[in-house]
C-alpha cells in the first residue's frame, strides 16, 4: 500500500509551462485533456518518441498533479523517471522546463537542499526568470533558512510580478512570523488573482489555507465557510475533508467527525487523519477500531522511502500517545538533521520531552519558538516542556496562550493541556 506526503501546497505548484527556453518539438498537445486519458496519450507519444522532452514534461506535470490528489508516492517516482528522461533528450541548459520538473519531484521527495541547490542553477541559466527565485525561496523556509527566503521571493516578485504564487509563499512568511493579518490579506489576494486566471486548484488551496488561518486562531464558523468553499471546487480534497473534520471534533460532533475522516483516509491514509480517527474511536468506547487504525499507520510506514517521508508525522504520532518514545527521538532527531525548520525543532522538542531528554527539548523549543510563530500546538508543547522543567509560571504561560488561541487544536491535545495547565497553577 502507498502513502502520500499529501501536504505538498504551493511547492508543487508552478507549472512547466513558466519555465523558459525549453527546446521545440512538434508534439501533437492536447491541453484540454487531464487524468488518465491524457496521461494514456503522452505515454503513447513517448514510447514513440522518447526524444520528445515537452510530453516528457507534461506528462510529469501530471503525474505531480496525481500526487497532489491521491498522496501516492507512485506518482512522484513516475514525476521523476519522466524529468529524468527529458532532460536526458535535452540537458538542462535547453530544457528548462524539464529542469523545473526535476526540481519539483525533489520537493516532492524532500530532498530540500537538492533543490536549493539545483534552484540556484536555474537563476544561474535564466536570470531574468521568475521561478528560480521562487523555487530557491521554497527551498529555504523548508530549511528553515528564514532570514534568506523572503529576499528570494521578493526577487520573484520583481523579475515575474505579483502573482497568486507570489502572494501564497509571502503569505507564509507572514504566518510563520506571527503576522496573520497580513498572511490573510495575501492569501485573499491570491484566490483573487488564482480565480481571475481560472487557477481552481490554487483557489481552493488558498480556501484550504485561510480556513486553517480562521481555525488556528479558534474562528471556528469562518473555518467552516472557507473549507465547505474548498469542498465546492474539490469535493475530493484530501487535507480540507482532514481540516473539516478536526473542525467537527472540535465543536463535539464527533459522528460527523469520524465520517469525514473516513472519507478523507479511504483517499489516502495521511497518517495524521488515521491518528486522529484512532483518537476518535478511542473517545467513543471503540477500542478495537483505535488499535486497528494504530496498526495501519505502522504498516503503511513499514517502507524505508514511507518512513522516511511521513518520519515527522510518526514522531509527533508516537510522541502525543507516549508510545515508542525512543522511537520517535530518532525520526524527530533524522528529520531535524535534514531540515531544521521550526516545525522539524517543534517535533524534536517534543519527542525528545517524551523520551525523557529534557535539555534537549529544552533547546529544540527555544528554536521552534524563535521566530514568534501563532500556534496553539505550538504553544502547548512548550507549556509541557516548561512544566517538566519546574518553571510552573512559564508553563501557565504557554499553556494559557495556546488554549486562548484555539480552544479545540486538537480533540485530544488540548483535554491534556486543561490538566496540565491545572498542575501548574
Known amino acids: 500500500m502507498t502513502r502520500g506526503a499529501l501536504l505538498l501546497g504551493i511547492l508543487l505548484f508552478a507549472s512547466v509551462a513558466t519555465a523558459r527556453g525549453e527546446a521545440p518539438s512538434t508534439t501533437a498537445e492536447r491541453p484540454e485533456e487531464t487524468g488518465a486519458e491524457a496521461i494514456e496519450f503522452l505515454e503513447a507519444r513517448v514510447a514513440s518518441?522518447?526524444?520528445?522532452?515537452?510530453?516528457?514534461?507534461?506528462?510529469?506535470?501530471?503525474?505531480?498533479?496525481?500526487?497532489?490528489?491521491?498522496?501516492?508516492?507512485?506518482?512522484?517516482?513516475?514525476?521523476?523517471?519522466?524529468?529524468?528522461?527529458?532532460?536526458?533528450?535535452?540537458?538542462?541548459?535547453?530544457?528548462?522546463a524539464g529542469f523545473v520538473l526535476q526540481i519539483r519531484s525533489k520537493f516532492g521527495a524532500h530532498r530540500f537542499a537538492e533543490a536549493e541547490s539545483m534552484s540556484r542553477r536555474l537563476i544561474e541559466i535564466d536570470p531574468a526568470g521568475h521561478l528560480g527565485w521562487q523555487l530557491?525561496?521554497?527551498?529555504?523556509?523548508?530549511?528553515?533558512?528564514?532570514?534568506?527566503?523572503?529576499?528570494?521571493?521578493?526577487?520573484a516578485v520583481e523579475l515575474g510580478g505579483v502573482t497568486s504564487e507570489s502572494e501564497t509563499r509571502l503569505a507564509r512568511v507572514a504566518i510563520l512570523r506571527g503576522d496573520r493579518a497580513t498572511a490573510r490579506r495575501r492569501l485573499q489576494s491570491?484566490?483573487?488573482?488564482?480565480?481571475?486566471?481560472?487557477?481552481?486548484?490554487?483557489?481552493?488551496?488558498?480556501?484550504w489555507q485561510l480556513g486553517e488561518l480562521a481555525f488556528g486562531s479558534g474562528d471556528w464558523?469562518?473555518?467552516?465557510?472557507?473549507?465547505?468553499a474548498a469542498l465546492a471546487i474539490n469535493p475530493r480534497?484530501?487535507?480540507?475533508?482532514?481540516?473539516?473534520?478536526?473542525?467537527?471534533?472540535?465543536?463535539?460532533?464527533?459522528?460527523?467527525?469520524?465520517?469525514?475522516?473516513?472519507?478523507?483516509?479511504?483517499?489516502?491514509?495521511?497518517?495524521?487523519?488515521?491518528?486522529?480517527?484512532?483518537?476518535?474511536?478511542?473517545?467513543?468506547?471503540?477500542?478495537?477500531?483505535?488499535?486497528?487504525?494504530?496498526?495501519?499507520?505502522?504498516?503503511?510506514?513499514?517502507?524505508?522511502?514511507?518512513?522516511?517521508?511521513?518520519?515527522?508525522?510518526?514522531?509527533?504520532?508516537y510522541?502525543?500517545?507516549?508510545?515508542?518514545?525512543?522511537?520517535?527521538?530518532?525520526?524527530?532527531?533524522?528529520?531535524?538533521?535534514?531540515?531544521?525548520?521550526?516545525?522539524?525543532?517543534?517535533?524534536?522538542?517534543?519527542?525528545?520531552?517524551?523520551?525523557?531528554?529534557?535539555?534537549?527539548?529544552?533547546?529544540?523549543?527555544?528554536?521552534?519558538?524563535?521566530?514568534?510563530t501563532e500556534d496553539a500546538a505550538l504553544f502547548y508543547h512548550a507549556g509541557m516542556v516548561a512544566l517538566a522543567s519546574g518553571d510552573k509560571p512559564a508553563a501557565r504561560k504557554w499553556l494559557e496562550r495556546a488554549l486562548k488561541l484555539n480552544p479545540g487544536f486538537d480533540y485530544v491535545q488540548t483535554r491534556r493541556a486543561r490538566e496540565a495547565l491545572e498542575k501548574a497553577k
Not at 480565480?195 to 481552481?200: G, L, M, N, V
Not at 524534536?348 to 535539555?359: E, N, P, S, V
Open 49 to 96: 518518441d522518447p526524444e520528445d522532452i515537452v510530453a516528457w514534461n507534461r506528462l510529469g506535470d501530471l503525474y505531480l498533479a496525481k500526487l497532489r490528489a491521491t498522496g501516492d508516492h507512485d506518482y512522484l517516482d513516475q514525476a521523476a523517471r519522466c524529468a529524468e528522461a527529458s532532460l536526458r533528450a535535452v540537458p538542462y541548459e535547453q530544457n528548462r
Open 136 to 155: 530557491l525561496g521554497d527551498a529555504l523556509l523548508e530549511l528553515g533558512r528564514y532570514a534568506e527566503a523572503p529576499a528570494a521571493f521578493e526577487k
Open 190 to 207: 491570491a484566490k483573487a488573482l488564482a480565480a481571475a486566471a481560472r487557477a481552481s486548484e490554487i483557489t481552493a488551496w488558498c480556501e
Open 221 to 228: 464558523r469562518t473555518a467552516g465557510k472557507h473549507y465547505d
Open 237 to 317: 480534497s484530501i487535507p480540507v475533508l482532514g481540516a473539516r473534520a478536526r473542525l467537527q471534533a472540535a465543536r463535539g460532533d464527533l459522528r460527523r467527525a469520524m465520517a469525514a475522516y473516513d472519507e478523507a483516509i479511504a483517499l489516502d491514509a495521511f497518517p495524521p487523519f488515521v491518528a486522529a480517527l484512532s483518537d476518535l474511536h478511542a473517545a467513543s468506547g471503540n477500542a478495537k477500531r483505535a488499535e486497528e487504525l494504530l496498526a495501519l499507520i505502522e504498516e503503511n510506514a513499514s517502507s524505508p522511502r514511507e518512513q522516511r517521508l511521513d518520519r515527522r508525522h510518526l514522531a509527533r504520532i
Open 319 to 372: 510522541a502525543d500517545r507516549d508510545i515508542r518514545t525512543d522511537k520517535a527521538y530518532e525520526l524527530a532527531k533524522a528529520d531535524y538533521a535534514e531540515r531544521q525548520d521550526i516545525h522539524a525543532a517543534d517535533t524534536l522538542a517534543w519527542a525528545a520531552l517524551k523520551a525523557g531528554r529534557l535539555d534537549e527539548a529544552q533547546r529544540a523549543m527555544a528554536e521552534a519558538l524563535r521566530l514568534g
